[in-house]
């Protein structure tokens, strides 16, 4: 559920801009190209899913192979663009039973940290903010490959995922079964090297 990222790497990277430098391990989240995806799995009364996405994001990440723990990543999600190909629930979805869009038009995600574990893969530690509630997260994450692109581009891509517990963001779910307490987030996204 992570949607777009400007923060303090977007003031940094307006800044280098300005004087013409580039840091040539800074990211941008592909998203023009359809090639991100912020998804989300939730249980539906215990006996099926609910999937979904959301279709409105951005992001900028830095890498660095030689200096992993240096990764850093920003998103910022635009919450009312949530689509689970049933209008009625996106509505419900967005509404001030769930996610309260109108009031909380965005989420966040500004990493903390990055403890890489061998094989391409590591925890990156970072501060979600959704429904006006800023929570520590953890999520485990796999490089899946870099290198030249065919438009004379570098790209590098990862994919992650983890459990939220929606209390934790102010969400009521009490008068629903446990299993629905939890939801999945999974994000994947090429970055384009700036």
Avoid: C
């Avoid at 004087?19 to 592909?30: E, N, R, S």
């Avoid at 830095?62 to 850093?72: C, F, I, N, Q, R």
């Avoid at 939220?164 to 939890?182: K, N, R, V």
């Amino acid at each position: 559920m992570f949607k777009k990222a400007v923060l303090a790497t977007a003031l940094g990277a307006v800044s280098l801009a300005a004087t013409g430098l580039a840091l040539a391990d800074d990211y941008v989240v592909d998203t023009e190209g359809q090639h991100a995806f912020i998804q989300f799995k939730i249980n539906h009364l215990g006996f099926s899913y609910i999937l979904g996405n959301f279709e409105e994001f951005e992001g900028r990440f830095h890498y660095d192979p030689e200096d992993l723990e240096a990764s850093s990543v920003e998103m910022e999600v635009q919450v009312g663009s949530l689509n689970t190909n049933n209008a009625e629930r996106d509505k419900h979805f967005t509404s001030s039973d769930f996610l309260d869009a109108s009031e909380y038009p965005t989420a966040t995600f500004v990493s903390t940290g990055f403890t890489p574990n061998g094989d391409d893969e590591g925890v990156l530690t970072g501060e979600l903010t959704l429904h006006g509630e800023t929570r520590e997260i953890e999520m485990p994450v796999t490089l899946m490959g870099e290198g030249e692109d065919p438009w004379g581009g570098y790209r590098a891509g990862f994919e992650g995922s983890t459990m939220l517990t929606l209390a934790d963001f102010g969400i009521d779910m009490s008068d629903f079964p446990e299993a629905m307490h939890e939801l999945e987030l999974y994000v994947t996204f090429e970055g384009v090297r700036q």
